[in-house]
């Protein structure tokens, strides 16, 4: 325990210098920006910076991990707190890859970051080595690859919305709970899904201004496309684990 409080303390400093690192590197950015774009910028960078540290707090939250896990609160305590020291590794991680941190070089999802498997958003991108949607002819028409990574988007979601239902008809069957009990177990699952959503988009949506020209008609297939179906993909992959759904 001593170990993970030590961890997390130098997560927090992490976390702390990579934000102000980002933030620094949004104000001297030399994209196709000006002062009232770098402006919103930041004001962006920073709600997703603390919605990723919300999501964190309710992924790591010691009671749903008992109840997920069915472990002890002693372990579930344990388990929250590295729980947290991964994740906000990963976030710093993250943000110094993609600002100029000293440290990083791989991008993860908001989901399975403390799993610590990047992301292949890079690899579907219409530019990437295994795209997702590809260019029905020549030219520079981008509404065909936006259309198709809509479509993959509102596909995942619909499997979402049906992987929760699942979800929350597992909690109201599990044995060895009071109706409060369930009750309360339903409620925090549904309000972590609804910070990652939130996450998902506004992070997803943050990522535009990373790129030399965010109104390009290339960015829904390049770069915010990608970056929802991958974020989609991997919250899949993480509640199905978690959950032992289907």
Excluded at 133 to 147: I, M
Aim: glycine share 8%; aromatic share 6%; charged share 25%.
């Amino acid at each position: 325990q001593a170990c993970l409080a030590q961890a997390l303390e130098e997560t927090g400093g992490a976390l702390i210098a990579a934000r102000h690192q980002a933030l620094k590197a949004i104000a001297a950015w030399d994209g196709n920006l000006d002062a009232a774009d770098r402006a919103a910028f930041a004001r962006r960078f920073e709600a997703v910076f603390q919605l990723w540290l919300g999501l964190r707090d309710r992924q790591c939250d010691a009671v749903l991990i008992r109840r997920i896990g069915r472990v002890s609160v002693e372990a579930a305590a344990l388990q929250a707190m590295a729980c947290r020291v991964a994740i906000g590794r990963v976030i710093a991680g993250d943000l110094n890859a993609r600002f100029e941190g000293p440290t990083g070089d791989a991008r993860f999802s908001f989901s399975e970051a403390a799993d610590g498997r990047p992301i292949r958003r890079t690899l579907i991108g219409a530019e990437g080595a295994q795209p997702l949607c590809r260019h029905p002819g020549s030219g520079g028409d981008y509404a065909p690859l936006t259309a198709c990574f809509a479509r993959h988007v509102a596909r995942l979601d619909r499997q979402l919305a049906a992987l929760q239902s699942r979800i929350q008809a597992t909690i109201r069957r599990s044995p060895g709970l009071s109706a409060a009990e369930r009750r309360d177990w339903a409620e925090r699952a549904a309000a972590l899904e609804a910070a990652w959503r939130e996450l998902r988009d506004k992070g997803c949506a943050l990522e535009a201004f990373e790129t030399p020209n965010r109104f390009a008609n290339s960015i829904a297939s390049q770069v915010t496309g990608p970056c929802l179906v991958s974020e989609s993909e991997a919250r899949l992959r993480q509640m199905r684990g978690a959950y032992a759904v289907r």
